[in-house]
């Protein structure tokens, strides 16, 4: 069970491997487009290679640019042959309901490319998009509750059905709301939690923490002035 970072800015991915805390990168269009990515697909190569040799070996997600069927193969390819620890994110299905997003899934795994099958809202869209043969399946868990539902349970019975059919899928739960998302969503039964930067920071810092550190450091400069 593990933490990956949900960026494309180095620096912070940097900050964040330096302390050993994480175990791979996530991105996305709308990630990369808010981290200042520009360019076309020569930027996004860049920003990507760059971050795959930062972390290698841990793994690093990377979304293709379309959901046309050719053109999610094609990227799918592409994305994987620019580092071996590259993987490729290709959402469950398209923004009308196309289904050609898993037929996608099944080919590259087939060839060889690990798939990360995002932006899944439930169960049942993850255990489908498990037996297509994805490596990684994403729940949007802050979105789940945010409809209404427990997130929880459905990590929680998805865990149960890939452990019961032995399917390869990792469960990876994003879209952290709060920092108690991460040790709940991990109790739940997810291998792995995507989280921003910031709330990386927050796991770690503590108000109390802070407070007893800072009378340590006191009464060590007492012990010292002795």
């Known amino acids: 069970m593990s933490v990956f970072i949900d960026s494309s800015v180095p620096s ?29 697909m020569t930027g996004v190569k860049e920003r990507s290679c ?13 979304e293709v640019l379309s959901n046309d069927k050719q053109e999610m193969l094609d990227q799918g390819r592409e994305f994987s042959s620019w580092a071996p620890n590259i993987n490729v994110k290709i959402t469950v299905h398209g923004p009308n309901g196309e289904l050609d997003n898993l037929e996608v899934v099944h080919t590259l795994e087939e060839e060889g490319v690990n798939v990360n099958v995002t932006a899944m809202m439930n169960a049942q869209q993850c255990y489908l998009a498990a037996t297509a043969g994805a490596t990684y399946v994403s729940i949007f868990g802050g979105r789940v509750n945010n409809m209404g539902y427990n997130s929880n349970y459905e990590i929680s ?55 007893t550190v800072q009378t340590f450091l006191d009464d060590a400069a007492k012990i010292n002035n002795n």
Request: aromatic share 4%; glycine share 8%.
């Open 12 to 40: 912070e991915i940097a900050k964040y491997h330096k302390l050993g805390v994480i175990r791979g990168v996530t991105s996305n269009p709308s990630i990369m487009l808010k981290d200042g990515v520009t360019g076309g």
């Open 50 to 62: 760059e971050i795959a040799k930062l972390v290698d070996p841990l793994p690093v997600s990377v």
């Open 157 to 211: 019975r998805l865990r149960k059905l890939l452990d019961s059919f032995d399917l390869k899928s990792k469960i990876i739960v994003g879209s952290v709301r709060e920092t108690l998302n991460i040790v709940e969503w991990l109790d739940a039964g997810a291998h792995i939690i995507t989280v921003p930067p910031d709330m990386i920071k927050n796991s770690i810092i503590h108000p109390y923490t802070k407070e």
